[in-house]
Each structure stands twice: as C-alpha cells, then as structure tokens.
C-alpha cells in the first residue's frame, strides 16, 4: 500500500522542471545565455531525482519519465526562438543526459512500451500525457498534428480506465468536513490537476500581456490626441 502511495506522487516531483519551462516561456531566463539555462535546468532535473528518492520512486520509473521531460525541456528550448535556440541545439540535454539525439522518434517508441505495461507504469504514463499536454510534438511534426491528437485521446482514455471508479468514501457525518475543493482534489490524479493548473496560469498570463498591450494602446492614443491638439494650437498662435 505504502508502494502504491509512494509511487503515486511521481508526478508532483516533475514540478522543478515544469516551473523552468514556464520561465522560458515568459522569458525569464532570456538575460541568463545558453550557460546559465543549461546550469538552470540542471539544478531542476537535480531536484527532480531528489523529490524521486524522497518519495521512493523507482530508479526506471524515475528514468522513463526523466527521459520524457528531456525530450519536452530540449523541443521547447529549440522551438523558441530565442537567442539560445541554435546553440542549444547544437549540444541538446538528450544528448548530455542519454546519449543521443533521437528523442523525437524514441519519446514515442517509449510510450508504446509503458502503454503495454501502464499496470504496472501508470504514474510513468502520466507524465508522458503530461508532456504531450504541454506541448511535445516530437516526430508528429512530420506525421501531422491530427494524428498526435489521435494518440493523445487514446492515452487519456487509457489512464481513465486504468483509474477506475470512485471509491466510495465514509459518510459526511463520520469525517471531519472539508472544503468542496478538498474533496476534489483528493479523488482527481495529479496529472488532471497539474494540466489544469498549467492552463490556468497560461490564461492568467495571456490575459495579463493582454491588459498591459491594450493599456498601452490607450497611452497612445491619448498622446496622439495631445499632440494634434497642440499642432492644431501651434497653427492657430502662427495665424494670428
């Protein structure tokens, strides 16, 4: 039973990485050049292991989904166009971390084999949906995007069914009360949890960059009408 817990909490210890990956995204690590990301992403796939070995997590569990986080972590950095991207490319953290630079096509050759085993690898699979979630295209960008959505409903009926149905639970009157959110967060895997606190965030910081551009569109059109007023008051002092 302790096995099963300790394993379930894989998920929540890719969180490191993940918060690197939204500083990419925002640009926050931009000012920090090719060495100081790779150092940045090193210390987050370091305290990735450590959360794994604290919670126990098996050495391939741990390895089949560091694998995958590469493959993301390396995808995003080279598609970002950033001033990093191609010297990036030139060295990707597959190559440093796994030895070769196939994890376009071997991200997908891996998740077939854990589909297979997803009994006894569910939290693993978890982690590829997550990837796949956040973005990873890998080979499908050749193949085509309508196939990678294809195999993305078929990964998440898979992990559906293999949760299973609720389990019942104890009374109201015979538990402590707890908070509507509590009790759903308690029964949803940390997977569904994780994917919708990712989307929250990116629509929290799209509709912020939304408000500060559209701010800032006033600001300008308000010192246009400035200055056409004074044009107009400029051209008036010089007719009289």
């Known amino acids: 039973m302790e096995a099963s817990k300790n394993k379930s909490e894989l998920v929540a210890c890719i969180s490191p990485v993940l918060e690197v990956l939204t500083s990419i995204r925002q640009g926050g690590v931009d000012h920090q050049g090719v060495d100081g990301l790779r150092s940045k992403v090193m ?59 196939r994890a376009g096509e071997a991200f997908f050759e891996k998740l077939e084999n854990i589909r297979r085993a997803a009994a006894q690898q569910r939290t693993v699979l978890e982690v590829y949906f997550v990837c796949l979630q956040l973005g990873f295209e890998g080979i499908y960008k050749i193949k085509g995007v309508e196939q990678l959505k294809a195999l993305m409903l078929d990964v998440r009926a898979q992990l559906e069914e293999l949760a299973g149905p609720a389990k019942l639970q104890l009374s109201d009157n015979a538990k402590p009360q707890e908070s509507m959110v509590t009790k759903v967060g308690r029964n949803l895997p940390y997977w569904v949890i994780l994917s919708v606190t990712l989307a929250l965030l990116a629509s929290m910081y799209v509709g912020s960059t939304y408000f ?26 010089k007719a009289r």
């Open 43 to 101: 210390d987050a796939f370091d305290e990735y292991e450590k959360s794994c070995y604290d919670a126990r997590i098996s050495a391939s569990d741990m390895q089949e989904a560091k694998f995958a986080l590469t493959a993301l972590v390396d995808e995003q950095i080279m598609t970002a166009q950033k001033p990093y991207s191609m010297e990036w490319m030139a060295r990707p953290l597959q190559l440093e971390l796994f030895g070769n630079m």
């Open 212 to 237: 500060i551009e559209n701010r800032a569109n006033q600001q300008v059109v308000q010192i246009d009408k400035h200055i056409e007023v004074l044009t107009q008051l400029e051209k008036t002092g």
